[in-house]
T-cell receptor, first 114, second 114 residues
Framework: SQELEQSPQSLIVQEGKNLTINCTSSKTLYGLYWYKQKYGEGLIFLMMLQKGGEEKSHEKITAKLDEKKQQSSLHITASQPSHAGIYLCGADSPNAGNNRKLIWGLGTSLAVNP | DTGVSQNPRHKITKRGQNVTFRCDPISEHNRLYWYRQTLGQGPEFLTYFQNEAQLEKSRLLSDRFSAERPKGSFSTLEIQRTEQGDSAMYLC????????????FGSGTRLTVV
């Protein structure tokens, strides 16, 4: 079955520093989603990537999907305390048919020190 | 439309009691999903509706769990005879057809079984 591996598991950075979180799949990704979660809260949608080589940006966050569609990265430029939280990558399960339920990585916990 | 709404936000119940959670999806989204998330883990798929039809139910969902979406709008998730292992965050998400948009999650219902 397909699995998503996220790295690193946790990250502590100084405010203003750049950082990258990776999400790797054992199989081709048909839809890759990045979400942010604050502790005890729901998931906030960040970006959706579908095409090999696709790149999307929103404010200081950029997400990329590689050409082979097996790896995605999330890059935050000039991090701020508001970026702190858990970042989760999710992917459409290729075996789900039209149901398209998501499979998930375990998340990357980000702390940004002021 | 303010997004996906879940009620209650928190629920504490005694073991053996029944609980019911409600999810109001984005009105134009015909697809609705329930996930369960425990600390340090990504969400686990529980069940999926397309309009009022429940099209898939995870093997994780024992007979004590039942979900409905009677008119293709809001959905309820009921857990009968709760056990301590049911303690988790229950997340609801809605979406349009696959690939059209991302999945929008609610803030979740945190269940604690004592």
């Amino acid at each position: 079955s397909q699995e998503l591996e996220q790295s690193p598991q946790s990250l502590i950075v100084q405010e203003g520093k750049n950082l990258t979180i990776n999400c790797t799949s054992s199989k081709t990704l048909y839809g890759l989603y990045w979400y942010k979660q604050k502790y005890g809260e729901g998931l906030i949608f960040l970006m959706m990537l579908q095409k090999g080589g696709e790149e999307k940006s929103h404010e200081k966050i950029t997400a990329k999907l590689d050409e082979k569609k097996q790896q995605s990265s999330l890059h935050i430029t000039a991090s701020q305390p508001s970026h702190a939280g858990i970042y989760l990558c999710g992917a459409d399960s290729p075996n789900a048919g039209n149901n398209r339920k998501l499979i998930w990585g375990l998340g990357t916990s980000l702390a940004v020190n002021p | 439309d303010t997004g996906v709404s879940q009620n209650p936000r928190h629920k504490i119940t005694k073991r053996g009691q029944n609980v019911t959670f409600r999810c109001d999806p984005i009105s134009e989204h015909n697809r609705l999903y329930w996930y369960r998330q425990t600390l340090g883990q990504g969400p686990e798929f529980l069940t999926y509706f397309q309009n009022e039809a429940q099209l898939e139910k995870s093997r994780l969902l024992s007979d004590r769990f039942s979900a409905e979406r009677p008119k293709g709008s809001f959905s309820t998730l009921e857990i009968q005879r709760t056990e301590q292992g049911d303690s988790a965050m229950y997340l609801c998400a809605s979406s349009l057809a696959p690939g059209v948009s991302g999945y929008t999650f609610g803030s979740g219902t945190r269940l604690t079984v004592v």
